[in-house]
Structure formats: C-alpha cells, structure tokens
C-alpha cells in the first residue's frame, strides 16, 4: 500500500488574519440583509474576538492542511486500513493521517487543550478547550472516488462549540462559524432557506452502518418519502449540515450521529438562522439530530418523533 503524503511542516503560530483559500481568520460581521443561500453584501468572515479570533484560525488551517493531505495525497491503491461498528464501517490509512496532522499542528499551538477524534485521539486537557475532530467525514465516499467528504473541526469551551470549520476540498469551499458570530462560506455570509411548505421539503439524511438499525431506518424513510419533495443521502453528515445552512437543502435528520460529526456543522447551521434539535425539547446528540429553519424544523421534528426515527 502505499504511503500517503505527510501535507506541509506546521508553523509554530497560527496564520495571520488574511484572506487565503481556507478564508479568512477573524472578521466582522458587515452582511446585510438576511436572504437564503449566500449573502454577499460585503462581509469578511464570522465576528470573532479575542480567543474565538485564534480558535477560528486555528481551526481553519487545519483543516485546510488536512483536506490538501487528503485530496493531494490520496494513494491510487487506497484501501481499508481497519472496521469500526461493523464490517462496512471503514477507516483508511487516509483518516489516521489525517487526524494525526490536525492534533500534531494544534497541540503544538495549543498544547493545553483537549482532544475528541473519531480515530482515536483522546486527550482530557487542562484549559477548557477540546477541539472535537472527524478528520474525514465520508470515508466511503472517499475511498470510492466520490467528491462528498469533508475534514470537520471544532472548539468547544466548557462543553459548547465556540468554533467550527468543515473543510470540503473537492467542492473547493470551507465553512466557518463562529458563536453569535455567524455563519460563512469562505468570506460569504450563508443563510438558510426560508420554510417551505412541509410538502415541498428537500430532506436528506444518512443511514447507519449497523444492519438491525438500517431496518428501522428504511421503515422511517418510507413514512416520510411521500410526505415531502424528496430525500437526499451524500454520505457526509458536516457537508448536509453545512447544506442546510448555506439554502442547498431544506432539511436534515440522522439518527446514530458521533459528536464529531455533529460538533462543526450543527454550528454552522445554528449561525446561518437553522434551528437544531434531538428529539422535542431535547439536543441533538446520536439518539437523533436534526436540522431545519424556523417553521420547518418543529413539524419534521414531530413527525420524526411519531416515525420513531429515534429509536431501532
């Protein structure tokens, strides 16, 4: 097999707050009005101050670094490395780089922070900080060649997510938000779509890997199917997430989420005007998450509950 590129040496201090391909570290929140989609009416990237403004730079050269590894480095003769949950639930040589990257730049900033990444890094920490890592978001995507996969990075402060970056490298466009800061694509302010008519939602959901669940799963699809307009599935729960909040899809829902799945893109749908949730009244969390507007979120989130989508 071979060896998957090691990406560029880490710089001991974060970027500078200046434009580049990941966007932009810290800015101020000029946009305008408030429409669906991107927005953009002048504003350089979330409102950030003080320790966020670092977080945020952090967090996005890392995952810039880690989605050039990712796309640069991909071996012709890519494979699986090890299984998971089951024997279809795959990680790559790919994956283990590239968490092994993100940890090694931001422990070298940040050496008092803790860590939570879905291949193994798992450090307790000493600041406040955890930052919450799926390295690759869609590593079946990603080993089959299909463009849906993206490296997801968060910051939590006393368990809230402060910060959060997806990165999507094949769709060449990194999403940033920052809490109360708002939500960008690069420097593009995003806003989710207004609530449609229950009818004519765009859903999209994932599925899990575990069989007995996949059952209960298909039996909530079918509920729903003819409900609204149609249902998506692209394999990368940061990128539907980060699709609910820039107006390319209505709605979300998934039941069997890691919170590094979750940490990044539930940020940025929050800040881009989405409501999210768990069950009624609860978080989102692995029992169920979903994401929607205002007006749309509480009447999927109901039918949702009567599907039991929560549940096996």
Not at 160 to 172: I, L, N
Not at 216 to 244: F, N, T, Y
Not at 254 to 276: K, Q, S, V
Not at 277 to 292: D, F, H, K, N, Y
């Amino acid at each position: 097999m071979s060896t998957p590129a090691t990406g560029p040496a880490a710089a001991d201090e974060p970027p500078a707050a200046t434009e580049d391909a990941a966007g932009p570290a810290a800015g101020e929140d000029t946009a305008g009005e408030d429409t669906a989609g991107e927005d953009t009416t002048g504003a350089t990237g979330p409102a950030a101050t003080g320790e966020d403004a670092e977080l945020l730079a952090i967090a996005l050269e890392a995952a810039r670094r880690a989605g050039a590894l990712l796309r640069d480095g991909r071996p012709a003769d890519l494979g699986v490395a090890a299984t998971k949950s089951s024997p279809i639930d795959v990680v790559t040589e790919m994956d283990i780089a590239a968490e092994k990257l993100i940890t090694a730049y931001i422990g070298r900033l940040r050496p008092e922070d803790g860590f939570l990444g879905e291949e193994g890094a798992s450090r307790a920490g000493t600041s406040g900080v955890r930052w919450v890592i799926d390295p690759l978001d869609g590593t079946v995507n990603y080993l089959y060649g299909l463009p849906s996969w993206s490296v997801s990075i968060a910051a939590e402060r006393d368990g809230e997510t402060v910060v959060g970056v997806v990165e999507a490298p094949m769709r060449r466009e990194t999403y940033q938000a920052v809490r109360g800061g708002g939500a960008y694509v690069g420097t593009v302010r995003a806003r989710c779509r207004p609530a449609p008519d229950f009818e004519h939602a765009l859903v999209a959901t994932g599925f899990s890997y575990l069989r007995e669940r996949r059952v209960a799963m298909a039996e909530v699809v079918k509920g729903l199917l003819p409900q609204v307009r149609d249902i998506r599935r692209a394999g990368s729960a940061a990128i539907d997430l980060a699709d609910v909040g820039c107006g390319r899809l209505d709605a979300y829902y998934e039941r069997g989420l890691n919170p590094w799945d979750l940490a990044a893109g539930d940020l940025f749908a929050r800040e881009a005007g989405a409501l999210t949730g768990g069950r009624p009244g609860e978080r989102p969390s692995g029992e169920l998450a979903v994401a929607a507007p205002p007006g749309l979120f509480e009447p999927l989130q109901r039918r949702l509950d009567e599907l039991g989508a929560w549940h096996d």
